[in-house]
């Protein structure tokens, strides 16, 4: 297996490096927040973008026939999911893309379902809109998380949109078969739109993820987002795409999405993908053995030193929700503690909603020697502590 070392990212304008000491007002931590990864996108990646790079004009950009061919063989090989080209939509990121949906589908006041903990641009999206916020709160149990389906029953005859992450950010969770049916369900019987936000489905250990649109009960009932960008460490490069098999569907949505003027493709994010979903399988299927076996050392880290955290088991992503609950601090201590005892720069679970209580997102895209120096960290302040 190919060996995925930390790239030093440092000075390159990163986020998640180079934003550090103004997200966290200090500069000598480990960021491991941001839900990008540490690693060098696939070879067939670099590749495909530095030799797009050596013609030297890099003007306005059209979608080729390869591009839509890359993303219909992916879903076909990846999810057994058939998708036609005419249901591909083209854009520039899922955030935006929800940001246009909302507006298309929905009026202010109108209600739209989140379940949090939840990657905290659903929220925000949604108040920034003037639409009303319906939080079915994720039940958590057992150290898992489950679907409150009554609520979620209730909560749908108020509802315009479901906004589902899926697999979900930050739990981690993938969400079944026999979930997924009852939530489309559910949202059919109350003339709810889903929206089904996948970007993490590539990533999935152990189970079998299900795309939202391959239930044939769904097709006109639902808008999926999707990118390479998480798959392939490229979001950066700004290229996502919408999977709308409904005409009337997806008709509205590209006249929100032209109202707003972000049409044009990016050279390289086109590129990107392309080489990606063609090439980069292999590389894949390595990265994710790399991935699982970071989840493994996390886990095992923290139960060898009897460390008060429990990592909620990792069914998808590279992004780790650890329960703090047992260490005994208040939310701010406990924020506290990771950024100036523990010197970690991590997502305070409390931006994901006031589920997140307790709880801290861990990044585990990197090396393994980045997060043995990062858990030692943890040990060493936990020591302190006591």
């Known amino acids: 297996m190919k060996r995925f070392e930390a790239v030093d990212r440092r000075g390159t304008h990163t986020t998640k490096w180079d934003e550090a000491k103004k997200k966290f007002g200090t500069e000598d931590l480990l960021p491991l927040w941001v839900a990008d990864m540490d690693l060098a996108a696939p070879d067939c990646v670099q590749e495909a973008i530095q030799k797009r790079a050596l013609h030297p004009v890099y003007g306005y950009t059209i ?123 559910i949202c059919i019987e109350h003339d709810v739109l889903i929206i089904s936000d996948e970007i993490h489905a590539d990533i999935v250990y152990q189970k079998t993820h299900y795309m939202l649109g391959s239930f044939e009960k769904a097709l006109h009932h639902c808008i999926v987002l999707n990118a390479p960008s998480k798959t392939f460490n490229i979001a950066g490069l700004n290229t996502s795409y919408a999977i709308i098999p409904d005409t009337g569907l997806r008709h509205l949505y590209q006249l929100e999405q032209e109202r707003s003027g972000i049409t044009n493709g990016n050279p390289f994010g086109i590129e990107a993908l392309i080489s990606a979903y063609r090439e980069g399988a292999a590389w894949l299927e390595a990265l994710k053995a790399h991935l699982h076996a970071n989840i493994t050392y996390v886990e095992t880290f923290v139960q060898a030193h009897q460390l008060p955290i429990k990592v909620v088991p990792a069914e998808a992503t590279f992004l780790l929700w650890l329960d703090c609950s047992k260490m005994g601090l208040p939310h701010d201590e406990l924020v506290d503690f990771f950024v100036h005892r523990a010197k970690l720069g991590l997502n305070d679970g409390k931006s994901f909603g006031a589920a997140g209580e307790g709880f801290m997102r861990l990044n585990i895209g990197t090396s393994q020697a980045v997060l043995e120096e990062a858990m030692q960290r943890v040990l060493n302040a936990y020591k302190e502590l006591r």
Request: proline letters at 7%; hydrophobic letters at 35%; one cysteine or more.
């Open 63 to 185: 979608y080729p026939e390869g591009y839509y061919q890359a993303i219909q063989d992916w879903m076909l090989k990846r999810f057994s999911w058939k998708i036609e080209k005419e249901w591909i939509v083209p854009c520039y990121g899922v955030v935006p893309s929800l940001n246009f949906i909302i507006s298309a589908f929905s009026e202010e006041g109108e209600g739209i379902i989140v379940q949090s903990p939840i990657y905290p641009p659903f929220v925000s999206s949604v108040k920034h809109k003037k639409r009303k916020v319906l939080d079915n709160t994720l039940v958590y149990q057992n150290g898992r998380y489950h679907i409150d389906f009554e609520d979620l029953e209730q909560k749908a005859k108020e509802a315009k949109l479901f906004l589902l992450c899926s697999p979900h950010n930050p739990t981690g969770r993938v969400w079944n078969e026999e979930e997924l049916g009852k939530i489309i369900d």
